[in-house]
C-alpha cells in the first residue's frame, strides 16, 4: 500500500508569491494534518482536517490555509510569503485524527 | 499549552552501546508516539504507546501515563540509528513535539 504522498518534494519561491502543497493520505485514513518544522525544532502543528472539516488550527497567520478534497487528499497553502516561512513542512494521515499518525517525506520550501 | 521536554538534546554513543531516551510531559494525553527522523527528514513511526511496553527489534519504549513520561531504550546502536529522536503527544487531536534527541552513533 502507498504511504502518504507529498508533492512537490522541494520548491523555491520568492517573498510575497504564493504556494500550493499537496498531501495524499494513506487509503482508508479520513484525517489530514499539517506541521511546519524549522532547522533545529520538532514540527509544529499547522491545521488538522477530519472529513473534509477544519478541526484544529495552530498558532500561525491566516497567510495559511488549507482544504481537504472528498478523496481526503489536502491542499496547503501560504500567500504573501516571508523568508521566515521557509521550512519543511510534513503531512500527517490518520484514520481518526486522534489515531496514530504517519507523516509524508515533506515538501522543503525555500523563500528568497 | 502542553510542554514536553526531550533529554539529553544531544548524545554521542560509539556502535554497540545502549542509551536510553526520556520524554517528559505536562498534562494527560490520550497518545504518545516515538519517531526517528532521517537525514532527508521523513518521520519514521517508531511506536505508538499511550501506556505500557513496546518492543521491537533492538527498541524498546515504555510510557507511564500517570506519571506523564516515556522512555526509549535503544540497545546495541547501530550507525545506521543516527539522527533525531521526536516524541510527541496528543492531548486533543493535534501532535504536540518536543525538541528532540541528536543522536550520533560513531563506528
Known amino acids: 500500500d502507498a504511504g502518504v504522498t507529498q508533492s512537490p518534494t522541494h520548491l523555491i519561491k520568492t517573498r510575497g508569491q504564493q504556494v500550493t502543497l499537496r498531501c495524499s493520505p494513506i487509503s482508508g485514513h479520513k484525517s489530514v494534518s499539517w506541521y511546519q518544522q524549522v532547522l533545529g525544532q520538532g514540527p509544529q502543528f499547522i491545521f488538522q482536517y477530519y472529513e473534509k472539516e477544519e478541526r484544529g488550527r495552530g498558532n500561525f497567520p491566516d497567510r495559511f490555509s488549507a482544504r481537504q478534497f472528498p478523496n481526503y487528499s489536502s491542499e496547503l497553502n501560504v500567500n504573501a510569503l516571508l523568508l521566515g516561512d521557509s521550512a519543511l513542512y510534513l503531512c500527517?494521515?490518520?484514520?481518526?485524527?486522534?489515531?496514530?499518525?504517519?507523516f509524508g517525506q515533506g515538501t522543503r520550501l525555500t523563500v528568497v | 499549552g502542553i510542554q514536553v521536554e526531550q533529554s539529553p538534546p544531544d548524545l554521542i554513543l560509539q556502535e554497540g552501546a545502549n542509551s536510553t531516551l526520556r520524554c517528559n510531559f505536562s498534562d494527560s494525553v490520550n497518545n504518545l508516539q516515538w519517531f526517528h527522523q532521517n537525514p532527508w527528514g521523513q518521520l519514521i513511526n517508531l511506536f505508538y504507546i499511550p501506556s505500557g511496553t513496546k518492543q521491537n527489534g533492538r527498541l524498546s519504549a515504555t510510557t507511564v501515563a500517570t506519571e506523564r513520561y516515556s522512555l526509549l531504550y535503544i540497545s546495541s546502536s547501530q550507525t545506521t540509528d543516527s539522527g533525531v529522536y521526536f516524541c510527541?503527544?496528543?492531548?486533543?487531536?493535534?501532535?504536540?513535539f518536543g525538541k528532540g534527541t541528536s543522536l550520533l552513533v560513531t563506528p
Open positions: 500527517a494521515s490518520s484514520l481518526m485524527g486522534n489515531t496514530e499518525a504517519f
Open positions: 510527541a503527544v496528543t492531548p486533543g487531536y493535534e501532535l504536540n
